[in-house]
């Protein structure tokens, strides 16, 4: 079936490092790929997506890359701030069905 | 600020008992989708509604029911509530439902209720 696999976390750095969390995915049909943030006490929010292979999506410093050919959807950011610190969720949806999928998440910690 | 919002943002109860979250959802927005986040599972589709109509369920228990209002506003019901319940349960909402051309991927997700069973 349909899934996201993200690294476990927590990921923990230092300010200014260079950040990637792993994402695969498993799809039946075409899928559009997202990252979702969770900042601690707040909902989910969309930080970037793709909808098509090759597509890179980028926001606040944030990118990754649609690879069709390694299923894969890696986020990352070349230097990492405290404000950074959050859950990431890797997701997909399939065109023209309900599922929105996410992974389980993967906590990032920057320290000063 | 999302525009969602969701009460309780706390709630403690006890095993057996039922409790009710509400969802508004931001103005605008005709779909509303639930999610159970717990620790062992993460984030776990629950219900999804448009426009007053159920139109996809994914992991619900029998012991939970929702429904939309004609206002939109949404309700999760939970009832015969067991330890295993404690979780934050979010609510979503988007313009236009998942699963349709216009869909743009993004959902509107409130703070959460964070439901604690005792």
Redesign the interface.
Known sequence: GDSVTQMEGPVTLSEEAFLTINCTYTATGYPSLFWYVQYPGEGLQLLLKATKADDKGSNKGFEATYRKETTSFHLEKGSVQVSDSAVYFCALTIYNTDKLIFGTGTRLQVFP | D?G?TQTPKHLITATGQRVTLRCSPRSGDLSV?WYQQSLDQ??Q?LI?YYNGEE??KGNILERFSAQQFPDLHSELNLSSLELGDSALY?C?SSVV???T?G?T????????SRLTVL
Request: aromatic share 24%; glycine share 20%.
């Open positions: 999302s969602v989708y993460g984030l589709f999804q139109r996809a979010f979503a439902p998942l699963g051309s869909f991927g993004e959902l509107f997700f409130g703070e959460g």
